[in-house]
């Protein structure tokens, strides 16, 4: 049996996903990136290969994405994060349909990805200059907020009254405003569903600059936060096809794209085989190369 990995070092996480030859996840494991990154990558990549009972040597093709993926020297192959989420999420959603437009919010960007009929990219918009609108942004309002970042989701829907305008276009305004707005009496419950209101209509704005389409796909560790996702339902007048683990979609990509390689690879290699053993095979009896 031969097994394939992905890691997608993000700016924030990195998240790996061992596959079979079936496509079937055998393991997968977030870690945060740090400023080691390689050293902090490989120790999660064989941590996990010790919990699903592998060694290195069993990985017969390593994939890597993500902003990091040229830090990761022991890669086979490495690929843009926006073609490994669409590889990802075209596997995940199928049973959902045809996946066309993919919403990804990470650490630090967030992207919209347009696919056609047969999961190819046509085109993609990203956000990565500012963290309005990211994890991050989610992870300071929730400090400013003095909750955990999984209370997000359910204080907004604990809210009562009108959610709280929050306007800025800077993660730093915005810390000011969400400041501002606990100082003016607004319950915490409000400023949430305004910060998801705000992160749902600025992502909305990105994600039409490609098109969207009937089938929308949302990933990304901010996908786990139900909040968001119902501003975002919201918004679109449209349910969302949300995977199980929306962190590990695009290093679930990669590993497919490893597997489809080491098969092309094989196929190679077992042509090359055939030809030397034809042309071996051909002799020089009568023949003047001899």
Known sequence: MDYFAGIDIGSTAVKIVVIDEDRQVIGNKTAATGALVYKNAQTAFMNLLGEIGLERKHISYLTTTGYGRKLFPDADETISEITANAVGA??????????????????????????????????????????????????????????????????????????????????????????????????????????????????????????????????????????????????????????????ITTAYGAAIIGLESHGFEKQERAEVGEAVVVFSGHGCQGCSCG
């Open 90 to 247: 075209r596997e995940v959603g199928k049973p959902f349909g045809t996946i066309r437009t993919i919403i990804n919010i990470g650490g630090q960007d967030s992207k919209g990805i347009s696919l056609d009929e047969n999961g190819n990219v046509t085109n993609f918009a990203m956000n990565d200059r500012c963290a309005a609108g990211t994890g991050r942004f989610l992870d300071m309002a929730a400090r400013n907020l003095e909750i955990e970042v999984s209370d997000l989701g359910p204080f907004h829907f604990k809210a009562q009254g009108t959610p709280a305008a929050v306007n800025a276009t800077c993660a730093v305004f915005a810390e000011s405003e969400i400041i501002g707005l606990l100082g003016n009496g607004h319950e915490r419950e409000e400023i949430v569903q305004g910060i998801h209101f705000s992160i749902a209509k600025r992502t909305i704005r990105l994600v039409k600059r490609v098109g969207i389409e009937e089938l929308i796909y949302f990933d990304g560790g901010p996908a786990l936060n139900t909040g968001l996702v119902a501003a975002l339902e919201d918004e679109l007048g449209r349910r969302l096809v949300i995977p199980p683990l929306p962190q």
